[in-house]
């Protein structure tokens, strides 16, 4: 693959460190990708993404098909250049949207899936759509993705092992007709990367990952683990299920996992790629991450509180401006409130995965992990 590498550069344990290098640059592993679903971080420009020392972006494939259309950021010069963003972007299938949001406002899912793909109607005029795995891969490849995800079937969390087995099938087969197109492709091209699914059921990761990993793809990420409602000990029995499959000479993605505990333990078992709304989330609603908890700046204690969000944080929300004050933009619904809670928490994500990085070089993860576990996990 001419546009994409991986080089595992240390390990301490199964935690390890590496370099991802795409069409557009290089990326240090493991690795935060705050999420620009439709072309940007809410409230945030991509201008202030890269000051802050972002890597790498997670666009979606879902929203930006249905608006403005992927035609038209194609005509555009991409979405690299519509954004106005320089380094890598990952985008994701749109298949978790499909079928989240096909049921909004409805008691039953309005997404329909077949055998060549899943028919939906969108979320914003009830109009209807179909994503085949090839239309998909066309979509990503329109973006100018640096990262592709394939269409897969991603059952709830309370799916039957039956219904499981179906989602592990399917997956396989559309990652096969989506392996066809990429490779028919032949223009400068993103990395297309594999799904394995198979909930917490070891023989079906297994199947899952058997039946995708004879067609070579670029990475793997981990699927129904986050987005799916499982809960903490399902996600670990999945990730325990699926990491000792992958290989290490490839990028291991775990997908929709944002809480900075759930990260040090994944890190922990050897992933190397994160994604998550939840840092940018919580900051709309006044919560905010340091390396001693997390602060919800609407509680009262804070109405006379001079101190910035973390002492030790150099975004310009902290160099500049008070708990006190930021509390009050909230309270009066002023948008500069968020947007500073927002680059607070992206730039903490940063300095975390920094973090993680540095313990890895030095030898002692499992010691940093630990006392991050004690400060955070304390009560402000």
Not at 133 to 139: A, G, L, N, Y
Not at 227 to 240: F, M, P, R, V, Y
Not at 326 to 351: K, Q
Request: charge should be positive; include cysteine; charged fraction near 25%.
């Amino acid at each position: 693959m001419k546009n994409f590498s991986f080089k595992v550069i240390k390990n301490e344990g199964n935690a390890r460190i590496g370099v991802i290098n795409t069409l557009h640059g290089a990326i240090e592993t493991p690795v935060f990708m705050p999420v620009a679903t439709r072309g940007s971080i809410k409230t945030m420009s991509s201008i202030e993404a890269k000051e802050l020392g972002t890597q790498i972006l997670l666009g979606n494939t879902y929203h930006l098909y249905l608006k403005p259309g992927d035609e038209i950021i194609a005509k555009l010069g991409g979405l690299h250049r519509f954004m106005n963003w320089t380094g890598p972007i990952l985008t994701d299938s749109g298949g978790y949207q499909v079928f989240s949001l096909s049921s909004v406002n409805s008691k039953k899912s309005l997404a329909k899936i077949k055998e060549d793909g899943v028919e939906f109607k969108s979320y914003l005029d009830g109009s209807k759509h179909f994503f085949s795995p090839q239309k998909v891969i066309e979509i990503q490849i329109n973006l100018g993705s640096d990262i592709m995800m394939p269409l897969d079937v991603c059952p709830s969390a309370n799916a039957s092992k039956f219904e499981i087995a179906e989602a592990v099938r399917l997956t396989s087969e559309w990652f096969v007709e989506s392996s066809k197109i990429y490779k028919k492709i032949k223009r400068p091209k993103g990395v297309l990367f594999a799904i394995v699914q198979g909930g917490t059921h070891k023989d079906l990761r297994k199947q899952s990952f058997l039946d995708l990993a004879k067609h070579n793809p670029g990475g793997f990420a981990i699927g129904g683990v986050a987005n799916a409602g499982e809960s903490k000990s399902k996600q670990q029995k999945a990730l325990q299920a699926t990491i000792p499959l992958l290989p290490k000479d490839k990028p291991r993605y775990l997908m929709g996992v944002g809480e900075p505990i759930d990260i040090l333990d994944a890190v922990s078992c050897g992933v190397d790629m994160f994604d998550c709304v939840l840092p940018t989330r919580v900051a709309r609603n006044g919560t905010v991450f340091t390396f001693n908890g997390r602060l919800n700046l609407n509680n009262a204690k804070y109405k006379l509180d001079n101190k910035p969000i973390d002492d030790n944080c150099d975004c310009v929300s902290c160099q500049n401006y008070s708990r006190a004050y930021i509390r009050h933009l909230i309270n009066v619904d002023e948008i500069l409130g968020i947007r500073l809670t927002t680059i607070h928490n992206i730039r903490f994500m940063i300095r975390f995965m920094d973090s993680i990085r540095a313990a890895i070089k030095k030898d002692n993860f499992d010691e940093f992990k630990n006392n991050f576990l004690l400060k955070f996990n304390q009560k402000f």
